[in-house]
């Protein structure tokens, strides 16, 4: 897949860690991004975070170039977000259109872990688990492909887990609804 100043990506998750980094990377390249967590703080410590990188890849890509603070200031947005709440995705998603006119790839990784064995679970515990994991990534992939469509293009990507695989009994919820995503991505491939 080609990533250039035209390509505008979607980042569930994208204040910190994997989603994070994805984005840095995808700013070097010059994509637009859009990043959507929980914690406006650690959203606009992210935001300052990728610019800065991408502003460092320019300079290499680019030496003689004259840059100015914030180059890239414009090329990444970021909303405050729950995305087990299907009002708030949609107000995401509209926010990123309205900001970039599309979006391109939409990479669903918003993601909780809670530890507890079966017998020990809440019920409260399961279904936050299965909402964020689970029906967030399909509802953000549901609107996005509104999108999509619209352009003749896009690509997801859904961020899943070894855990879906090889379970441990103390990671029960978080296993079965990582391997629930991978079942979901196959059957709509």
Known sequence: MKIDS?????????????GLATAKYLASKEAKICIIDLDEELLKSAKNFIITAAECAADVRYPHAATSEGWFNDDVEYMVCDVSIPEQVEVAINKC?????????LINNAGIVKSSKIANIKS?????TFDINLFAPIIFLKETLKIMKKNNYGRIINISSGGSVNCAESFFSYSASKAALNTSAKTLA
Do not use: P, S
């Not at 309205?98 to 979006?103: D, N, P, Q, S, Y």
């Open 124 to 128: 409260k515990d399961l279904r936050k």
């Open 97 to 105: 259109v309205t900001k970039f006119g599309k979006i391109d790839v």
């Open 6 to 18: 035209n390509t505008v990506v979607l980042i569930t998750g994208g204040a910190q860690g994997l």
